[in-house]
């Protein structure tokens, strides 16, 4: 059975079977449980200028309480900062951060995958909307 991933068909950047399951650098003892499972995320450099400026397209394959891995097809510098957010399986966004690149490392194909340090996270703002109907029965009593 061949891994969805090893096909880029579907994503031209998607990464690849190689990428997804090797290990990223760390110092042997993790203090965070990691949870796998990749989502698109849209990254870009913090703080922008404009809301178009060099947003980014990639992949997070796991997420701990205190960070997150991600494949990219750029570079980013170690000390960076970004504003990543991650997308729900229906598109809308399920979390809004500000990290910290902690390390990168080159994978295969031109593609990064980049560790990074949780700083901030923003709450999705929910928004009521109310329905012409509700605002019929509130008004009149119908």
């Given at each position: 059975?061949?891994?969805?991933?090893?096909?880029?068909?579907?994503?031209?950047n998607?990464?690849?079977?190689?990428?997804?399951?090797?290990?990223?650098?760390?110092?042997?003892?993790?203090?965070?449980?990691?949870?796998?499972?990749?989502?698109?995320?849209?990254y870009?450099?913090?703080?922008r200028?404009?809301?178009?400026?060099?947003?980014?397209l990639?992949?997070?394959?796991n997420?701990?309480?205190?960070?997150?891995?991600?494949?990219?097809?750029?570079?980013?510098r170690?000390?960076?900062?970004?504003r990543?957010?991650?997308?729900?399986?229906?598109?809308?966004?399920?979390?809004?951060?500000?990290?910290?690149?902690v390390?990168?490392?080159?994978?295969?194909?031109?593609?990064?995958?980049?560790g990074?340090?949780?700083?901030?996270?923003?709450?999705p703002?929910?928004?009521?909307?109310?329905?012409?109907?509700d605002?019929?029965?509130?008004?009149?009593?119908?």
């Amino acid at each position: 059975m061949s891994s969805p991933l090893s096909s880029s068909a579907a994503l031209p950047n998607a990464p690849l079977a190689s990428e997804v399951e090797g290990d990223e650098p760390h110092s042997g003892i993790r203090l965070q449980t990691r949870r796998d499972g990749l989502r698109q995320v849209d990254y870009s450099a913090f703080p922008r200028m404009s809301i178009d400026s060099d947003k980014q397209l990639g992949l997070m394959l796991n997420e701990s309480n205190s960070g997150l891995c991600l494949i990219t097809c750029t570079d980013e510098r170690v000390g960076s900062l970004l504003r990543v957010m991650v997308r729900s399986l229906h598109g809308h966004v399920s979390r809004d951060v500000v990290a910290r690149v902690v390390w990168s490392k080159e994978a295969t194909a031109g593609r990064y995958r980049l560790g990074l340090a949780l700083l901030r996270e923003t709450q999705p703002r929910m928004v009521r909307v109310r329905y012409e109907a509700d605002q019929r029965t509130r008004t009149t009593g119908e």
